[in-house]
């Protein structure tokens, strides 16, 4: 699976953000083979300084899809709109993204330790 993750930084004008993200979503949720996407609002720093407050997941089959996507009327329309709410404090990236079950996890945890 590939994903395009967007890390939108502090606005000036987060009200503005806000009010024209339901836009941005609309657009990018017509995008050709979205198969998921994701929001997280950041809210506590463990560690480090990021000056990153808000994450979002477009997740597609392949980077082909997602670079398909992009390329498209909408997912032209949505960068551009996402470039002016966010008066372009951004970044954007690829990511090539893989997922393992707790299950599987367990297993081979417990395989290392010579349990089981």
């Given amino acids: 699976m590939y994903k395009l993750v967007i890390l939108v930084e502090a606005q000036d004008n987060w009200d503005h953000f806000e009010e024209h993200w339901p836009e941005f979503l609309h657009l990018v949720e017509t995008l050709p083979g979205l198969s998921r996407e994701a ?3 950041v809210d506590v720093f463990l560690y480090g300084s990021m000056p990153y407050v808000h994450m979002h997941e477009l997740f597609f ?7 398909k996507a992009l390329a498209s009327p909408n997912g032209q329309a949505a960068g551009a709109l996402l470039q002016q709410i966010s008066n372009g404090k951004m970044t954007l990236f690829f990511a090539d993204h893989r ?18």
């Fill in 61 to 67: 089959a392949t980077r082909a899809e997602a670079e």
């Fill in 39 to 41: 929001t997280s609002r």
């Fill in 99 to 116: 997922e393992d079950d707790l299950v599987n996890i367990r297993k081979h945890k417990q395989a290392d330790d010579g349990v089981g």
